[in-house]
């Protein structure tokens, strides 16, 4: 037995229905049964379905969201949070305004925008999270911004990454719920899916060499290249697909094969190529 999995959410958990499917979370709970811990890491807040989702996989472990920002029991009981330098989340809200583009700000327990839009407003939706209006110069100052977030089209992409942010760690992912559709995600430099993981096994007691983790983008690369055995799914960008075994896709309940060989064992996983 693996005694934990650590599985991403969108495009790898979560398809284009914008739910976990009936049969993934019959997977899940054979794999509990059978011993294993299961937690999620997402770009996602601790908070509507991503929430949701963390408390039936794995309600006394320990989640990650925000990109590694924010470590937290699904109780609410925080272990780590790491904010955003003021400075760097003051020169994104310029940015933002400058082109009128949509920049999400993201507290432990709040997700804020300055207008609401279309792109905003779909997002919102899909992760069952209200987003509040508010100048977000202001929420910069006065709040501990975890995460900021462009909300972006694929053509908007290059105005928005042509700003050079000091100090922050930058990934950058879509969403099969909301295509054409880009998610850029800016934590502070060090805080990453990656380091999240590392203090959760820390806090797990269990070894990162012994530790499943499951994705499908770029994101998901500092948790991936940290694990024991690194899996992605059918869908994953091609990069990804180079570098370490898939399994099935996001929209035909891949991950429920990653758990199976959680359930086996060691020797069931497939391992990446050296190099």
């Given at each position: 037995?693996?005694?934990?999995?650590?599985?991403?959410?969108?495009?790898?958990?979560?398809?284009?229905?914008?739910?976990?499917?009936?049969?993934?979370?019959?997977?899940?709970?054979?794999?509990?049964?059978?011993g294993v811990k299961i937690a999620v890491c997402t770009g996602r807040p601790g908070l509507g379905v991503a929430l949701r989702v963390a408390r039936r996989l794995g309600p006394n472990v320990p989640h990650v969201f925000q990109s590694g920002a924010h470590l937290t029991y699904p109780d609410g009981e925080t272990l780590m949070a790491s904010s955003l330098r003021e400075e760097a989340a003051l020169k994104l809200v310029q940015h933002a305004r400058a082109l009128g583009l949509v920049l999400e700000l993201y507290t432990p327990n709040n997700l804020y925008v300055e207008r609401r839009t279309a792109l905003s407003e779909a997002h919102a939706t899909i992760i069952g999270v209200g987003a509040l209006v508010r100048d977000l110069a202001e929420v910069a100052k006065t709040e501990p911004v975890i995460r900021a977030q462009w909300v972006l089209t694929l053509e908007q992409e290059p105005q928005a990454?042509?700003?050079?942010?000091?100090?922050?760690?930058?990934?950058?992912?879509?969403?099969?719920?909301?295509?054409?559709?880009?998610?850029?995600?800016?934590?502070?430099?060090?805080?990453?899916?990656?380091?999240?993981?590392?203090a959760l096994c820390k806090h797990l007691r269990v070894p990162v060499e012994k530790v499943?983790?499951?994705?499908?983008?770029?994101?998901?690369?500092?948790?991936?290249?940290?694990?024991g055995y690194p899996l992605v799914v059918a869908n994953a960008e091609p990069p990804l697909l180079e570098r370490f075994p898939s399994i099935g896709d996001v929209e035909h309940g891949g991950v429920m094969e990653a758990l199976a060989m959680a359930v086996e064992g060691p020797s069931a996983v497939p391992r990446a190529s050296v190099g």
């Open positions: 037995m693996i005694p934990l999995v650590v599985l991403d959410l969108d495009g790898t958990v979560i398809g284009a229905s914008g739910q976990v499917a009936s049969k993934v979370w019959e997977a899940a709970e054979h794999a509990q049964e059978a990454m042509a700003l050079r942010v000091p100090d922050v760690h930058v990934s950058r992912a879509p969403s099969p719920a909301q295509p054409g559709t880009l998610f850029v995600s800016f934590t502070r430099r060090g805080t990453s899916k990656g380091s999240a993981v590392a499943m983790a499951v994705g499908d983008s770029a994101g998901d690369l500092p948790m991936l290249e940290l694990v």
